[in-house]
């Protein structure tokens, strides 16, 4: 009798167990399956830029699923996206953060190659050389070589130094984009000499604008400041002496800015005109940034 009771309890405790471990077994299916769908969530609003929403999603994954197989994606997904939105210190955070927790090559290439790209983004090109530069000390995944030695070119070119660019040339033993022709050419292009066009509108007020290629700006340089000189000069000979001077005064100004303004004009129009060129090379090699890539998988692709 009370071995029959004992077998009865034994049954009644057994079977709830088993079908809990079964409800965790479940559970954790359901999870897994869940991963996918949910890093998929992410990647649809970084392809729809909703980049700070993307930011948000990629990192809600990384932190429930830090040893997921996707996670080093997801967490360079974060990074990519934080750039697209501009928040720069986030994205080098998240770069370093990538850099220190994973071990893959290929990982760490692109995390290195993007950290290279936020001050080139944001107009520090000589930050960006330093870092790639910087890199070539390290031992990376040979695929990325072409793609920093492009990067660091194209940091020199735009930020004009030319020379640099065309030692840095000869001194690789892979051919670049643009090449030595190309930064040649960029070297040969017309330039408007700022002294010369600041010399020039203090001997003759509008000059310097008029060397520039500014015609109407000359004309108006040339006619406000005579018509204040004449009339400053004239205000003095019939005796209105404060008259005048004011006019003169006035008129130093007006002379003084025409000076800047031709010295500027020269300087804007030789980077017009260096910069359309290089977009034009730009174009001409399909020049883009690894950050320029809106898929949610990244590629270490070279056009060489």
Not at 62 to 69: C, I, M, N, S
Not at 169 to 195: F, G, H, N, T
Not at 230 to 238: E, F, H, P
Not at 257 to 282: C, D, F, P
Request: aromatic share 10%; net charge neutral; with cysteine.
């Amino acid at each position: 009798m009370h071995l029959c009771l004992l077998l009865a309890v034994f049954i009644c405790c057994v079977q709830p167990a088993g079908a809990f471990q079964a409800q965790q077994v479940n559970r954790a299916s359901a999870v897994s399956e869940e991963v996918p769908a949910q890093l998929g969530f992410a990647d649809q609003l970084f392809a729809e830029q909703d980049y700070y929403r993307a930011v948000t999603e990629y990192k809600r994954f990384v932190y429930l699923y830090p040893k997921h197989a996707q996670t080093a994606r997801a967490r360079l997904n974060m990074a990519r996206a934080a750039i697209e939105a501009q928040r720069w210190e986030d994205a080098g955070s998240m770069l370093e953060q990538t850099l220190e927790q994973d071990s893959s090559e290929s990982i760490r290439a692109q995390a290195h190659v993007l950290l290279a790209e936020i001050p080139y983004l944001q107009g520090d090109f000589d930050a960006s050389f330093r870092y790639l530069e910087r890199l070539g000390e390290l031992r990376l995944d040979p695929v990325i070589t072409p793609r920093v030695k492009e990067l660091q070119l194209w940091s020199m070119l735009h930020g004009e130094r030319l020379e640099q660019a065309q030692e840095f040339l000869y001194a690789q033993e892979i051919d670049l984009r643009p090449d030595l022709e190309d930064v040649m050419a960029l070297k040969a292009l017309p330039r408007k000499s700022p002294r010369l066009a600041g010399t020039l509108s203090a001997l003759v007020p509008g000059a310097g604008q008029l060397y520039n290629g500014r015609y109407r700006e000359a004309g108006m340089a040339f006619t406000l400041n005579a018509a204040f000189i004449a009339g400053g000069i004239q205000a003095i000979n019939t005796g209105n002496t404060v008259l005048g001077g004011i006019l003169l005064f006035f008129e130093a100004g007006w002379y003084g800015g025409n000076i800047y303004n031709a010295v500027n004009t020269a300087h804007k129009t030789n980077r017009r005109r260096y910069r359309s060129a290089l977009g034009q090379l730009r174009d001409k090699y399909q020049f883009s940034l690894l950050s320029d890539e809106r898929g949610p998988m990244l590629h270490l692709r070279t056009r060489f």
